[in-house]
């Protein structure tokens, strides 16, 4: 294990600096994240429930937060920046959550709010004529599509821990430059 340490600090040495490349790793990531799941509802039409507009919040909140320590990184004291990467941190942190709930009622491990899964419940097809486009129920238990078996609200909790275990790591990094190696 030592020996992957040692390559890994010799090939990528700012992996292990305190220096702002894992939040700006992070912050790719996750303005990937979004601009992909709005691009997959906007451009490739695949369309998205309640579940997945409140997937969407955490990154909402914590894009702007984290593009403001980026900009300020040199000039904002060390610790308001080592909290805000941490609140920023823990908003994806419910981003998981967030998205493994949705997931697990995909997938059938659990039940989900009633707004948007128990849809086939006293429907008759007279009420179609009653139904706008806008007001359109999309279901939360349905995959409307899944990679290898992982649909997208599964693939929003494992970027969404990424993005969060970078973070907690960029954290950690800048307490060790700010309190010396001691720490």
Not at 53 to 75: D, E, F, H, S, T
Not at 115 to 125: I, R, Y
Request: glycine share 8%; charged share 10%.
């Amino acid at each position: 294990m030592d020996r992957l340490f040692a390559l890994l600090r010799q090939y990528f040495p700012w992996l292990f600096t305190a220096s702002p490349n894992r939040a700006r790793i992070a912050f790719a990531v996750a303005l990937a994240s979004i601009l992909g799941a709005l691009g997959s509802q906007y451009l490739l039409g695949i369309p998205a429930c309640e579940l997945c507009y409140w997937q969407r919040w955490p990154y909402y909140v914590g894009l702007p937060i984290l593009a403001l320590v980026l900009v300020l990184w040199k000039r904002m004291p060390p610790m308001p920046r080592i909290w805000l990467t941490l609140v920023v941190a823990l908003v994806f942190v419910v981003s998981v959550g967030l998205a493994s709930y949705h997931a697990g009622i995909e997938y059938d491990l659990w039940p989900g709010p009633s707004s948007c899964t128990d849809l086939d419940t006293q429907f008759s097809f007279s009420d179609l004529d009653n139904i706008s486009a806008a007001e359109q129920v999309v279901p939360c238990d349905v995959v409307p599509f899944a990679i290898f078996g992982i649909s997208m609200a599964g693939f929003n909790a494992l970027g969404s821990a990424f993005i969060a275990g970078l973070l907690f790591w960029s954290a950690f990094g800048q307490w060790r430059r700010w309190k010396g190696p001691a720490v």
